[in-house]
């Protein structure tokens, strides 16, 4: 299987082992049951990804069935609140740790779907199959991010992808959710022999 190779692969492997346990603390004044709507189960955590990841491990491991993560792009621009302009080998070493801590939250029949443009996606796709496994990627998924043209790219690109990886094929195609088809859709198929399938 095809690997990728940068300056700080072999300590950005073992980066997500090196991560400290960190203690969460019940901020009362925040939670869900001080606004008076009684209980709930979500959290909301503040605070560097990388750490609340390795800190939710041991309640979460092997418990979560979709994760969705939206990384920065790498797009080479600075927003208020990251800077989105990383050299690549640097995106890389921020990527990998964070998929290995989150591939062992995922339930048997979990999945987790990355959102990405063209500016890393190639590579994340390589650098995923390494984490999850070749045989574990289910799809890349193409979503139209805009409909305007823009005119300042040499191909204005109207799409990004969502890469998807599941920890057991079969199971995830046991569980999946699929949503039944409209009546519409249905008269798009005909079945002459009426197949169940």
Request: with cysteine; glycine share 6%; aromatic share 10%.
């Amino acid at each position: 299987m095809p690997i990728l190779h940068w300056l700080t692969r072999d300590a950005d492997l073992r980066a997500a082992a090196g991560v400290p346990f960190r203690l969460l603390t019940e901020e009362p004044g925040l939670s869900f049951a001080a606004q008076g709507s009684g209980g709930s189960d979500g959290l909301l955590v503040q605070g560097d990804n990388l750490e609340a990841l390795k800190a939710l491990l041991p309640f979460y491991a092997g418990r979560v069935k979709c994760i969705y993560i939206d990384p920065p792009y790498n797009t080479r621009s600075a927003f208020e609140h990251y800077d989105d302009n990383l050299e690549h080998a640097q995106w890389l070493g921020m990527i990998v740790p964070r998929l290995m801590l989150l591939r062992e939250f995922l339930s048997e029949d979990g999945s987790i779907w990355v959102s990405i443009d063209d500016n890393e996606g190639h590579y994340l796709k390589v650098v995923m199959d390494e984490v999850f496994g070749r045989r574990r990627f289910l799809a890349s998924i193409s979503w139209q991010a805009r409909s305007s043209v823009s005119s300042d790219a040499i191909i204005s690109n109207s799409h990004n992808a969502i890469h998807v990886y599941v920890s057991d094929p079969d199971a995830w195609k046991r569980t999946r959710n699929r949503v039944p088809r409209s009546e519409r859709q249905a008269k798009q198929y005909n079945n002459p022999d009426d197949d169940p399938r």
